[in-house]
């Protein structure tokens, strides 16, 4: 007996402090701190405890065997590329961490699994990550910070970030069953936009638009009852960025991205801001891989390989675009360019087989509102993709790795979960 009380202990310690890891590293990485890489690296270290249940775990979970699988593919397919076309000691750089990380991967999810998280423990990950929107959007004004300076600094990942967290939180309204969850998951949707807004990430914003048009769809197709509700927080919403709008840089930044967008496409082609800016590298990009031979068609350039041919472009007049492009600012294209049709592939699939996944499960009615998280994370990820760079981002591409991963294995552990008691499900997950 006292033995097993001293497993239950042992098993809980680890799973408490292995979460309270993952939370400060999720957490550090929205805010940009360098000290998020060290609980990164804490989170694999505790791992190796839980290695011996790899074996176990490949054979039998789905889900993890992919995890396993395409990750070190993605990873020996960069580096196979990045060693045919540069340097060697390019994959000592911070370019190349992003890829080289993923090898850690594995290992952690293979603990995650061995935690056992449950639903209820989800909703508590993603509101005690998400909270940091209100303390940092409360800072930002506090400090007077503008776009790309001081606390929004990057702006653009800590917008999408931040969106992610805030879309989220708006799900877990839906499906938690305590008050106290349903206050904290509102302020956290309505900070988490602000402070999206403050960054003035326009691709943040086209998420959203997105998400709200999704939900209202699949609310239309199974569950007319909470369109009411959807209406009743996007007006909250609204009330709040009307009360705050002339501090806010929203007016001028979507005034600004018309006016590039009517500008590119005049007589005259007048490149003018960040969308104009944007169209005329997609156009290089596109004009580029139309030349490619049937090699690097099916392989592309080369990591890296972009910038390289943008100032090519330039020096050649192919555009009189004087900014130097270092990516196309579109995953896709850049997947395309750089590692061809088969890199493309293989990067499409962190979102194809979870998407797959969940699509299976949306009309089970217990679990509804678990899965919509999971395909609304996806299509933001996507649009991410689509308006700049998210899987060569490493704040962005692990945030969507392990929130989808704990996303998915909640799901398939759901049915233990005191907090809601339903029957075991059926889902192959």
Known sequence: MANIM???YSASSFKLLFLALLI???AGSAMMLKSADTFFYLLFLMSLFKVKSIPEHFKEVPVFRFFVVVPLLMFLFVLISTVLSQPFSLIFSFQFEVFRNLLFLPIIFNALLTVRITQKELILIILLIGSYTFFYTIA????GSVRSSGLLT??????????????????LMYFS???WQKIAAFIIFIS??????QTGSKGGWLALVISFSTL????????????????FKVFALALVLFLLWEFLPVQGRIESAFKGLIDYFSENGFIDGSVGARLEIWKVTLLAIQDFNWFTLLFGQGFLSFMAHFEQAQLAGVTSLSLLAVHPHNDFLKLLFEFGIFGLILFSAIFIYPMFLLLKEIKGQANFYHVLAGI?????LLEFMLTDSAVFTKQLLYTYLFLIFILLISFRNQHESPYLGHKKSNTKL
């Open 177 to 179: 069953h305590y008050r």
């Open 192 to 197: 988490g936009i602000v402070l999206s807004m």
């Open 24 to 26: 400060m590293y999720l």
């Open 140 to 143: 930002v004004f506090w400090q």
């Open 376 to 380: 609304l994370l996806i299509e933001m």
């Open 6 to 8: 001293r497993d239950i």
């Open 154 to 171: 990057g702006a653009i990942q800590r917008g999408n970030l931040a969106v992610i967290y805030a879309v989220l939180a708006l799900i």
């Open 216 to 231: 209202f769809v699949l609310f239309l197709l199974y569950d007319r009852r909470q369109l009411l509700f959807l209406c």
